[in-house]
């Protein structure tokens, strides 16, 4: 191989690594000089295979980048419907300085290990506004808790708090049965659940949290929105906090 097309062979990797596409004159070889081409380069990460991971680690900050900007399009289109939506309970001082958002579903597993985060924050700090936003994705049992959950808060909304940790934080599935033994705990019979699930608001609530997800690029649960950023995932107390802090001090999750 000549010395210009190593040259040429190293600019390649070089733009693999960077993610973008090969230069015209790199591609413009005949077919022993692309064969030799290819050798090199396979040679070449073959004797230093941590350079996959380079790249790996680039593509993933690029996907990330590409996220977080549709996400905050997304954001910036949606305000009301995210953060004041009518299908909500907001938990928390409801003039609070900063709001999180928390997309939910009943047997989410991590939704489950993330509700004590939700009550930590909450009892640390008393200007925060905690919306939770109903995202059944997990199969017909979390629509059917759903159904009921949001025909409970309907009927009993400052009660809602209180539902909500008794069926996220129980061991049992929810499902429909288990979210009716719930609202009985709570004082709300099965008779007034049945006449308000008759309501399909519900229906709407459900569309409304399906379409703001897709939006945001939401998809598991736990995801939160704070300010200006989506958050995927159940990244914890001390994640989140700072993300709050950072809203008070700058007006970004990101000072």
Sequence with gaps: MTLKMKMAAA???????????????????????????????????????????EVQEALSTKQRAKQQEAAQAAIANNKEA?????????????????????????????CKRALSDMDEILAKDKNVRFVLKELPILGPDSLAAHKVSAAFRAIAPE????????LLG????????????VAAKLGVT??????????????????EAYT???????????????????????VG????????SNMRECGKTIC
């Design 82 to 110: 995210i953060f004041n939506s009518s299908y909500d309970v907001a938990l928390g001082n409801p003039e609070g300085d900063v709001t999180i958002v928390e997309f939910f579903d009943y047997n989410c597993g991590y």
């Design 190 to 207: 099965e008779e007034q659940l049945r006449e308000k699930m008759e309501d399909a608001s519900y229906d709407a609530a459900v569309r």
């Design 237 to 244: 107390v001390t994640e989140i906090a700072t993300k709050v």
């Design 11 to 53: 600019g390649a990797l070089i733009a693999i690594a960077a993610g973008v596409a090969l230069p015209q004159s790199a591609a413009a070889l005949d077919a022993k000089q692309k064969e030799e081409f290819g050798a090199f380069i396979k040679e070449y990460l073959l004797a230093n295979p941590e350079i996959m991971l």
């Design 212 to 234: 703001l997800a897709n939006d945001l690029g939401i998809t598991g649960t736990p995801s939160y929105v704070v300010g200006n950023e989506a958050v995927f995932g159940a």
């Design 159 to 166: 009660k809602y708090g209180d539902f909500h940790r008794a």
């Design 170 to 181: 129980g061991e049992e599935r929810a499902t429909e049965e288990t979210a009716i033994a």
